[in-house]
């Protein structure tokens, strides 16, 4: 049977960026997730996120506080509004497509236009759209709908995103027959019109389509239509569960599409099922072959008279033990061989074979013990050699048992030496017993899987972690071999979601197991739940370890504006940007770089929020504490002028150490800004005022400074002209205000000859 999937399945890009808005909520947003109505048409998706605690809801007024996720098909645009008005914080997942057909009615609706919305009325995508008009839209189903009514005015077409085009086009066909003026706006999907497109062509190719997707989902049952309409035999199902046996019979080509709200991995599980469906249908028709033949023989017995009257023998296979202490091939005398019995049960497990059927030597037999080997027996055997791709076993009997690779692991096998060694005892299944030489056929894959499956059982029950080494990456998710074939979703790859699964094929992953069905043949596991698990542990061992004032290490993970993030070992702690530096830092990354080893100081536990407050300034000494020593009132100091404010400028005397220079203490002359006296990074000489350690506040004065120092240049002048003729005038001539300092740093006129005067 050959079966061809549709290139394009799986979910499309809508149903992917939504369920990724889920995802992301749940690994960052605070508070309970809710979603209104059905996220995507897919059950089986909203189960899983149901049981990862996301909460289904049917109006805004039910949710009491946390995120509410918007479903990809759309909601009227009064439900966002009145979410966002009840304080709750939103994410619309909708479409971009629907929300394009959203506005196109909405703007038709306000342009004056009668809106008819080709589509399903009960459909939530269709309700949603119908609601951006005001409520004033028609929905219609096709043309006959179409044709009902009696619009003659002027008419806007829109369509629901997953129609079918020529169902568009027969109401427009209809609509353009008695309007004046129609109006029509492109809504449909591409993507659903290339799956619709590409399954029609493979339905005309195929004996049987298969069709995998909710029965709720729009999408999904318009591929069965369009499949339908090609000509096919179509089967719409929704998980292997529903797969028939009957429907293959006969059947040597299969088509598989899906539609866009489905999994990756229910499409997976549909082509393992209908591989195991083929595998039990070549085994049985082996089987019956096998019959048939060894019935033949048996009337071409009976006619030549020979066992006339033998009863009918079990449907058993008989090979010869060799008894103890014989070599292989040596007999007594030699006989006529033991008849074979012919296998009547099909392969399965061990539990349901025949039991092993003996016969004790005697007269005219040979001295080895015939053994019944039944169909899907499980035993032990050992490895005697290694030729080509084959391994011969030996299980005691006379012929040893081929185990071809194919059938040593589950997974592809080049070289047999690298599974098994010549002297190995392994644990092989009987397949069969070939008709010409008697060779027993057996595998070791289908025995491993049999053991598997119980191992599995015990872990699910238990709840026990396996690991998985991961042999592919598929749609969806990740291959894994645990003796039988596992699926680990995306979702359950890393505690958040990973985009990129491909750097995962080759590891081997702690998984638990989540979900088991034998009969399906179904294994679904979890890297997350194990994750998860021991992230819990290790955050409740640092809790415990933590405590106020005690100094811990830890790594910087993120950087923020207000702060950095350093992880501890498991639990994450907040090193603010105030708690950086005694200095004045802007921004974290001016202390402390991503990835940089720290040693911080616990400031702080809320045990309840689960918040940690960190300090890396505490682990140096404060400069305050020697402030009133170093610059006690009086003091002239250099500066750094660090910022300004409408009420001054504050001054860096040293790292940690700032002083604010009051408007009124920038100069002696009317200051109305600072800056009209200093800017940013000037080296200024301040006098210190007053300050309080305590409240750490230094209060500084340019003004006073520079009045300090023109009065000591001024006593160092007088010192200097100690003795010496000088007038008032040379003196204090620079300390005049007003006019008088005015004309004093004027130069004298110069002498003339005095003027006679009038007598």
Partial sequence: ???????????????????????????????????????????????????????????????????????SHGVPPETAAAAQARGIRVIDATCSLVRRAQVAARDLAAQGYQVVIVGDPGHAEVVAVAAWTGGRAVVVGNGAEAALLSIRGRVGV????????????????????????????????????????????????????????????????????????????????????????????????????????????????????MKDIEEAAAERAESENTEGAEAGREEAGADSGNDAARPAEPEKKTVRRRAPGKKKGETQAPTEPAPQEIPGEAVGDAAGAAPEAQTAPGPGMPE????TLARGEVIQGRVVAIEGGDVLVDIGGKSEGVLPASELSGRPVVDPGTVVAVGDEITVCVLGVDEKDGTVRLSKRRADAVAAWDRLQEACAAGSVIEAPVTAQVKGGLIADVGVRGFIPASHVGRSFVRDLKPYVGQTLRVRVIELDRDERRVILS?????????????????????????????VKRLADFGAFVDLGGVDGLLHVSELSWKRVGHPREVVQEGQSVQCKVLKLDRERRRISLGLKQLEADPWESIESKYPPGTLVDGKVVSLASFGAFVELEPGVEGLVHLSQLSDRRVERADQVVKVDDRVRVKVLKLSARQKRLSLSLKEAEQDAERATLRKYMAEQEGSRVTLGEVFGDLFTGKEKSDAGQPEPAKTEEEPQEG
């Fill in 1 to 71: 049977m050959r079966i061809t999937v549709a290139r394009e399945t799986g979910f499309c890009l809508g149903v992917r960026l939504a369920v990724d808005a889920v995802e992301q909520a749940l690994s960052s947003a605070p508070g309970p997730i809710h979603v209104l109505g059905s996220l995507i048409h897919n059950q089986r998706v909203v189960r899983d996120l149901e049981e990862r605690g996301v909460r289904l809801v049917s109006d805004p007024s039910q949710v009491a506080g946390g995120t509410l996720v918007l479903p």
């Fill in 158 to 273: 829109v369509a629901q995103t997953t129609q079918r085009p020529e169902v568009v086009e027969e109401v427009v066909t209809e609509l353009k027959a008695a309007a004046e003026d129609v109006k029509v706006e492109d809504t449909l999907c591409p993507t659903t019109r290339r799956r619709q497109q590409e399954a029609h062509d493979l339905a005309k190719k195929v004996d049987l389509m298969l069709v995998v997707g909710g029965r709720e989902s729009a999408n999904t049952r318009r591929l069965a239509e369009v499949a339908v309409q090609a000509g096919a035999r179509v089967r719409h199902i929704e998980n292997r569960n529903q797969l028939d046996p009957r429907w293959f019979v006969g059947v040597e080509t299969v088509g598989v599409t899906a539609g866009a709200s489905t999994p990756d991995r229910a499409i997976e599980e549909v082509l393992a099922g």
């Fill in 368 to 371: 080895d013990e015939p053994v």
């Fill in 527 to 555: 890297e997350r739940s194990v994750l998860e698990e021991e992230q819990a542990g290790r955050e409740e061992e640092v809790w415990d370890s933590l405590e106020e004032g005690r100094l811990v290490t830890g790594t």
